[in-house]
């Protein structure tokens, strides 16, 4: 676990509030925005410190996202699949490396949050919210690696604050039908 909280915060304020400043330019209703990113902020930092995603939060941003796309008068479906599709995604590869690897590799409130990641950006823009979690994450270890002048692959790694991040540039940039 983290010993540093407040350095961290002052960094995930950092991340996520330059993305957030691109809510200005985003088509994205404020309040609704406004509600989501409190939402991933609080996972974000949860996870960084606990490395994990709490039911309550993870339950939250899926209800929100469902809410918000009925109230927006969308389609539903997009969103019901992209909460099922975000769910076991997840889930199977966790499942496929504890099977391969004999450890567990990956907690289920990573499956549990892609699920509300899909509620929100629904099943064609889970893609973008991997690929931006990846690419974040895989950049912050290459980054603390060559700080730290060591490498060790046994470090755990909470993948929640980049799913976070990911999820919010998908929703304010790249969620095509709302």
């Known amino acids: 676990m983290n010993t540093q909280p407040g350095r961290h915060r002052i960094l995930y304020a950092v991340i996520f509030l330059l993305p957030a400043a691109g809510l200005l330019w985003a ?19 949860y996870d960084q410190f606990t490395f994990r995603l709490p039911n309550l939060l993870t339950g939250t ?13 969308l389609a539903l479906q997009p969103y019901l699949i992209g909460v099922a599709a975000g769910f076991l995604s997840l889930w199977l590869l966790a499942f496929l490396y504890e099977k391969l690897r004999g450890r567990r590799g990956m907690g289920m409130g990573d499956a549990k949050f892609l699920a509300g990641a899909g509620a929100w950006v629904a099943w064609y823009g889970l893609p973008f919210v991997l690929l931006a979690a990846s690419l974040a994450g895989l950049g912050a270890f290459v980054l603390k690696t060559v700080m730290k002048g060591k490498f060790d692959p046994l470090e755990p790694i909470p993948f929640g604050p980049y799913l976070c991040l990911g999820a919010w540039l998908s929703w304010l940039y790249f969620d095509l039908i709302s």
């Open 61 to 73: 941003l899926v209800l929100l996202g469902l809410l918000r796309a009925y109230l927006d008068g």
């Open 27 to 45: 088509d994205r209703p404020t309040w609704i925005s406004l509600a989501l990113f409190l939402n991933l902020y609080a996972l974000a930092l």
